[in-house]
């Protein structure tokens, strides 16, 4: 599977989720907080920067070597959206 690191880090994203809830839920110091929250937030970032970069060779790849010009087009916008998404 191609996403296997992927699903683990989320995983531990999850559990840093419940972590989180904890903390609040105990009210626990609000910088200790934050610095969990800033973990899964990377976290997030690098899953979804892996995740992208598989979209980019596997099915953006595929639809270069295709030859199709409308699916190539379509790969091509749906990538440069997903980068805009990415870069906010």
């Known amino acids: 599977?191609?996403?296997t690191k992927e699903i683990?880090?989320?995983r531990r994203v999850e559990g840093q989720a419940r972590g989180v809830i904890r903390m609040l839920e105990d009210e626990r110091y609000c910088v200790d907080i934050l610095?969990?929250?800033a973990a899964m937030e990377a976290a997030l970032r690098a899953t979804r920067a892996r995740v992208l970069g598989i979209?980019?060779?596997d099915c953006?790849?595929?639809a270069i070597e295709s030859g199709d010009k409308e699916?190539?087009?379509a790969k091509f916008a749906e990538l440069a959206e997903l980068f805009g998404k990415a870069g906010r």
């Open 8 to 10: 683990a880090r989320l």
């Open 1 to 3: 599977m191609k996403f």
């Open 71 to 73: 699916a190539q087009r």
């Open 35 to 37: 610095h969990q929250i």
């Open 55 to 57: 979209h980019a060779q």
């Open 60 to 62: 953006v790849q595929e």
